[in-house]
């Protein structure tokens, strides 16, 4: 029965992947049109859009390393803690209908982790998505915005790296019990995914100056050792000509498997608030 469901859920994600990567691709040669829905053209033929933001979710899941199996369950001050460096940010490119985009979220981690026996965990995290999509403006207007509801199909490649080392032999007793085993002093692990990705943008000018936000996308689509979805919602303010303020919320799953040269089985869940600002020119 759960293979069923699985083939199932892959169907949809294919089926998805499909009529996404038409839209994105074929656009050309659909008349312009498909009904009421119809290719953007922005008032400014070419713009960039700088988007710096912080991410804070509470994570939960679980990891199986070396005959370890843990689940954890942190807050995003226990998380915080940890954290030595990171950063998080969302470059776009738009001209005329047609988008390039880039996100990329990294940061290093080091703290003792309850889930592995109060272990210390050194992780270096790095995603990094590369793509391209396309505008479709609708048929709905509001007062100052010839198109008050955009829909943007996209597809792309996201990287994932994870550098996990969890140390396991902190002298005494302990030494002695790892050596008689056999286990190493400090477990390593280098993970690399490199998956295709395919999402949705939909943005809804509520008035002049505050828009919604909401952005969904999926990688890995059963293709690789590991899959992730992605979805968020959030409200831009205006502030300047230049200058938009957000925040929202954002849900995010990642599930990997050994396989490929990488060792680590994980899954992850996390959800949390989203803020950032948005610079255009």
């Known amino acids: 029965m759960s293979d069923l469901k699985a ?13 996404l990567v038409y839209l994105t691709v074929h656009a050309d040669g659909l008349g312009n049109c498909i009904g009421d829905i ?3 053209s922005p008032e400014k033929s070419q713009q960039i859009l700088i988007a710096p933001y912080l991410y804070g979710p509470d994570i939960n899941g679980n990891a199986e390393v070396e005959g370890m199996d843990a689940n954890f369950d942190y807050s995003v001050e226990e998380l915080a803690s940890g954290i030595n460096a990171g950063g998080m940010g969302y470059l776009v490119w738009e001209r005329g209908s047609d988008f390039f985009y880039m996100e990329g979220l990294g940061f290093r981690y080091k703290d003792r982790i309850n ?3 109060d272990k210390l965990l050194s992780a270096e995290i790095a995603l990094l998505e590369l793509g391209y999509g396309r505008n479709y403006c609708t048929g709905i207007t509001q007062a100052g ?15 994932t790296r994870m550098n996990i080392a969890i ?16 286990l190493p002093n400090v477990y390593q692990a280098d993970e690399r995914w490199l998956d295709p990705a395919v999402g949705i943008i939909i943005k809804y000018d509520i008035n002049t100056r505050l828009k919604f936000y909401t952005k969904g996308d999926i990688a890995g689509l059963g293709i690789g050792y590991n899959d992730y979805w992605n979805f968020m919602s959030a409200l831009y303010l205006q502030a300047t000509e230049h200058w938009n303020i ?5 849900v ?13 089985k994980l899954t992850l869940h996390g959800a949390g608030p989203i803020v950032g600002i948005v610079y255009n020119f």
Do not use: V, W
């Open 38 to 40: 119809c290719f953007s």
């Open 246 to 250: 957000a925040a929202g919320y954002r």
């Open 252 to 264: 995010s799953d990642f599930d990997a498997t050994p396989g490929g040269g990488n060792k680590l």
């Open 167 to 182: 140390k396991l032999n902190e002298g005494g007793l302990e030494a002695i019990f790892l050596a008689l085993a056999g």
């Open 145 to 159: 915005s010839k198109c008050a509801l955009m829909i943007s199909p996209y597809i792309g490649l996201r990287h």
């Open 115 to 117: 889930a592995f026996q």
């Open 7 to 19: 083939l199932n859920i892959s169907r949809g994600f294919l089926t998805l992947l499909l009529f």
